[in-house]
């Protein structure tokens, strides 16, 4: 399985401002996604992270919002812009299938945004 | 849209009680994944079920996927204190996207 790490593991920030969290796998991987948890509930697919094109946006993200790079095959970054309180979330970084029958997704520890 | 309910929403159980989370889908399913999330932590993959009627163990947990691919289940036996946690179920109709259910979160006293 893969390693995942992610930076910063939190933060706390003003409304109005950006911020950008970085994911990084030990291994090259063709898939990564970025989710969002609101405490206690599920996750949401924000986007699909594709490498060297354009992100692809789930329904109701945008990429003016949520700007989303993936220079390689081991790195994404996910940027937040123009936070807001209903910003405040756990945003995750995922990496998967690892193979033609393998489905099986693997995330890293998470970023806990708090937006004031 | 695509929909995967998971029921019921939460659990309490006495320690060695046993445990059952559902899972449904409004469309057939190509596979199915549950995820653990302990508290404070992330999602972490459990088991993948890929054919109709599919019951898998590890150890003391059963899983289960529907003849119809449009449910599933995962059962606990004597649960401990170590199960503690929210039990995701995740499915794909087909192409790269998962759509997870909504979790079923458990507590166990002991």
């Known amino acids: 399985s893969a390693v995942i790490s992610q930076k910063p593991s939190r933060d706390i920030c003003q409304r109005g401002t950006s911020l950008t969290i970085q994911c990084q796998v030990d291994?090259?991987?063709?898939?990564m996604f970025w989710y969002r948890q609101q405490p206690g509930q599920s996750l949401t697919l924000i986007a699909t992270?594709?490498?060297?094109?354009?992100?692809?946006?789930e329904s109701g993200f945008v990429i003016d919002k949520f700007p989303i790079s993936r220079p390689n095959l081991t790195f994404s970054t996910l940027t937040v812009s123009n936070m807001s309180p209903e910003d405040s979330s756990i945003y995750l970084c995922?990496?998967?299938?690892?193979?033609?029958?393998?489905?099986?997704?693997?995330f890293g520890p998470g970023t806990r945004l708090t937006v004031t | 849209g695509q929909q995967v309910m998971q029921i019921p929403q939460y659990q309490h159980v006495q320690e060695g009680e046993d445990f059952t989370t559902y899972c449904n889908s409004s469309?057939?399913?190509?596979?199915i994944q549950w995820y653990k999330q302990r508290p404070g932590g992330h999602p972490v993959f459990l088991i993948q079920?890929?054919?109709?009627?599919e019951v898998k163990k590890q150890k003391r947990l059963t899983f289960q996927f529907g003849e119809a691919k449009k449910n599933s289940s995962l059962h606990i036996t004597a649960t401990q204190t170590t199960d503690v946690g929210t039990y995701f179920c995740?499915?794909?109709?087909?192409?790269?996207?998962?759509?997870f259910g909504a979790g079923t979160r458990l507590f166990v006293k002991a």
């Open positions: 995922s990496v998967g299938p690892s193979g033609a029958s393998s489905y099986e997704q693997y």
């Open positions: 291994s090259q991987v063709t898939m």
């Open positions: 992270a594709n490498q060297g094109s354009e992100a692809t946006y």
């Open positions: 469309t057939t399913l190509s596979n």
């Open positions: 079920l890929v054919k109709s009627g």
């Open positions: 995740a499915g794909r109709t087909g192409g790269f996207k998962t759509i």
